[in-house]
């Protein structure tokens, strides 16, 4: 179960593990784009982590304030997109105190349509979209374990993609380059999902 608590928890585990991360994030992304992703994620959680005493027991209330963090700190294509995320997730939930197994597979799908729809994106770009959309199939399969399949949901979505192509955004110009490289978002995710 979802409730302030775990939300908090979350989020005080994704600033830890955004800072461990941070290099490797804009190194990835660095070879593909502006370099800056490992600072778009950074920024967003520690803005959270700021506000964190601001959260309440209403969680549609929490997402907004996560919301209102990414686009203060972040002016990112990317850090756009999770604070859209976050405010399309907080109206789903608006006036709810805790989250079940499907209010938090309805999280990702509202994460993975906004992310699509926003980032002009479809499944098969190599995007984070694609690992969104294996984290919830497997959300379906099983309501029991989600710290592993986070876990293997991401791993797996990098390992199905590599010697494809990144078919968005900036990457493009990379072409056949980016076949060796891992999506940075997807790579993001991934790493962010140990603190599961």
């Known amino acids: ?8 928890s979350i989020f005080k585990k994704l600033f830890s593990q955004a800072k461990k991360s941070y290099d490797e994030f804009n190194a990835a992304d660095g070879k593909i784009g502006d ?12 803005e959270i982590n700021n506000n964190i005493n601001k959260f309440s027991d209403d969680m549609g209330a ?8 990414f686009v203060k700190k972040s002016g990112s294509s990317f850090g756009t997109l999770i604070a859209f995320s976050f ?16 209010d938090i597979v309805n999280i990702f799908e509202t994460a993975l349509k906004t992310i699509q729809e926003r980032g002009k994106t479809k499944l098969g770009d190599k995007t984070i ?15 029991s374990n989600y710290s592993e399949i986070f876990k293997t949901a991401t791993k797996q979505a990098l390992d199905e993609f590599k010697g494809k192509k990144i078919l968005i955004g900036r990457a493009r110009m990379f072409e056949d380059k980016t076949k060796d490289l891992d999506d940075p978002g997807m790579l993001a995710l991934n790493q962010l999902s140990k603190v599961f």
């Open 62 to 69: 929490n997402f907004i304030i996560c919301s209102q963090a």
């Open 87 to 102: 405010m399309n997730i907080s109206k789903n939930l608006k006036g709810k105190t805790s989250c079940n197994h499907d």
């Open 129 to 143: 979209a694609d690992s969104l959309d294996l984290i919830i199939k497997k959300l379906k399969e099983n309501n």
């Open 1 to 8: 179960m979802l409730n302030k608590e775990t939300l908090e």
């Open 35 to 46: 370099g800056d992703l490992g600072i778009t994620i950074l920024n967003g959680f520690e």
